[in-house]
Every structure is written in structure tokens, then in C-alpha cells.
Nanobody, 122 residues
Framework: QVKVVESGGGPVQAGGSLNLTCVAS????????WSWYRQTSGKEREFVSA???????RYSDSVKGRFVISQDITKKTMYLQMDSLTPEDTAMYYC????????????????WGQGTQVTVSS
């Protein structure tokens, strides 16, 4: 079973920065495709950013130019550098790790963390 743990959230003033970290453990054979999602009370979880095992990245329009996603493949860790934060970025941020195992021919499972809260005050 893969365990996914996020960290790095917290309170920050508008215009500030945070760096979120997501670490996966428990299955050494996994090659990960990573994603960040966020959710506020009463709303659906929305896509924020993603990076695949080849380093290709995607961003939602709302964070493009302000957030940067990266990874350390050897550490099975993914990062989200968030700059120029606004109150609209306030949400619980969730990491999703898609485990690909070449020996199995593809996707072995999707794993979510428990989330880390980001609160941006004006």
C-alpha cells in the first residue's frame, strides 16, 4: 500500500509564498505521476497542477505563472512552490500519486493524501 503525506501548508498573507511537499512511500517499484488538487468548503475538488514521471507539467489557468510544480524522483517527493498568493488560493490542498509499475504494464493505483490547509489572509 502506498502512503502519501502532504506538508507545508499554513497561514500566509496575500502576496506571500508557501512551498508544499508531498512524499510517497511503501512501494519502491512505483513510478509516480503527481497531481495537486484543492478544495474549499461546499465546493468540488479542483485540479491545480500535475507533473508526470518524464517531467511534463500542467497547471490550471488560475495558478499558471504563480505556482511551480517539481519533483525529486529518487526521493519520491513532489513540490509545489506557490508565489503571489491571494485569498482565493485558500483551500485544503491534496496530493494525488498515480503509481505506475512497468512490470505490470501501467497504472497500479491512485493514492491520495490527507491534505494540508493553506489560508491566505488579505
Amino acid at each position: 500500500q502506498v502512503k502519501v503525506v502532504e506538508s507545508g501548508g499554513g497561514p500566509v498573507q496575500a502576496g506571500g509564498s508557501l512551498n508544499l511537499t508531498c512524499v510517497a512511500s511503501g512501494f519502491p517499484s512505483c513510478r509516480y505521476h503527481w497531481s495537486w488538487y484543492r478544495q474549499t468548503s461546499g465546493k468540488e475538488r479542483e485540479f491545480v497542477s500535475a507533473i508526470d514521471s518524464n517531467g511534463a507539467t500542467r497547471y490550471s489557468d488560475s495558478v499558471k505563472g504563480r505556482f511551480v510544480i517539481s519533483q525529486d524522483i529518487t526521493k519520491k517527493t513532489m513540490y509545489l512552490q506557490m508565489d503571489s498568493l491571494t485569498p482565493e488560493d485558500t483551500a485544503m490542498y491534496y496530493c494525488k500519486a498515480d503509481c505506475y509499475i512497468d512490470a505490470l504494464g501501467g497504472l497500479a493505483g491512485n493514492y491520495w493524501g490527507q491534505g494540508t490547509q493553506v489560508t491566505v489572509s488579505s
